[in-house]
């Protein structure tokens, strides 16, 4: 069985300073792992995604996240928040069901809020 | 990658009726995922439907409450039956493999 948990419901920071989203997992194999983002009254937005090759993952708008196996994390980070990053962000992970297909489970989801 | 469209974008409905979801994908797909986001809340899958065969629901979601029809790989529905206030939600509709998860835009219902 699979499960992802996000260790914050909300993280503040002010404009400029690190962002640092933070997400654990929960796999029996090598899963697949992604960040979504959701603007209010938005759809979700793939944000990055880790598929087995680098661990360290660029994505769009500064974040990036590294997959570490050994402390079964995957952070979301971004060296300097903008407003416009204040949204929700979701981690959601992917792995082979009993069935044999990827199903995603999505954490809770952390809401970034951001101070001018 | 694949773009989704859903139909409606969002409608209000009063308590008892059903509400019909449709989901449209461009390119064939095997699996299409239905995820339901209650107000404030993450996504919870409720149903995963393969094309030819009956949809699997995940528990805490019934057949009976949200059917889900597949008649093809590039579409498919889910109802909402007897409605409640408590199903007024977010409902999308995802295609995906494992290494790529589409999203659709989501139907936003209200139920009075």
């Known amino acids: 069985a699979q499960s992802v948990t996000q260790l914050d419901s909300h993280v503040s920071v002010s404009e400029g300073t690190p962002v640092l989203l933070r997400c654990n997992y929960s796999?029996?194999?090598?899963?697949?792992l992604f960040w979504y983002v959701q603007h209010p009254n938005k759809g979700l937005q793939l944000l990055l995604k880790?598929?087995?090759?680098?661990?360290l993952v660029k994505g769009i708008n500064g974040f990036e996240a590294e997959f570490k196996k050994s402390e079964t994390s995957f952070h979301l980070t971004k060296p300097s928040a903008h407003m416009s990053d204040a949204a929700e962000y979701f981690c959601v992970v992917s792995d082979r069901g009993t069935g044999g297909s990827y199903i995603p489970t999505f954490g809770r989801g952390t809401s970034l809020i951001v101070h001018p | 990658s694949a773009v989704i469209s859903q139909k409606p974008s969002r409608d209000i409905c009063q308590r008892g009726t059903s509400l019909t979801i449709q989901c449209q994908v461009d390119?064939?797909?095997?699996?299409m995922f239905w995820y339901r986001q209650q107000p404030g809340q993450s996504l919870t899958l409720i149903a995963t439907?393969?094309?030819?065969?009956?949809?699997?629901?995940e528990s805490g979601f019934v057949i009976d409450k949200f059917p889900i029809s597949r008649p093809n790989l590039t579409f498919s529905t889910l109802t909402v039956s007897n409605m409640s206030p408590e199903d007024s939600s977010i409902y999308l509709c995802?295609?995906?493999?494992?290494?790529?998860?589409?999203f659709g835009p989501g139907t936003r219902l209200t139920v009075t």
């Open positions: 390119s064939q797909v095997t699996m």
């Open positions: 439907a393969n094309q030819g065969s009956e949809a699997t629901y």
């Open positions: 796999s029996s194999y090598s899963p697949s």
């Open positions: 995802s295609v995906g493999s494992g290494y790529e998860q589409y």
């Open positions: 880790y598929t087995s090759a680098a661990t």
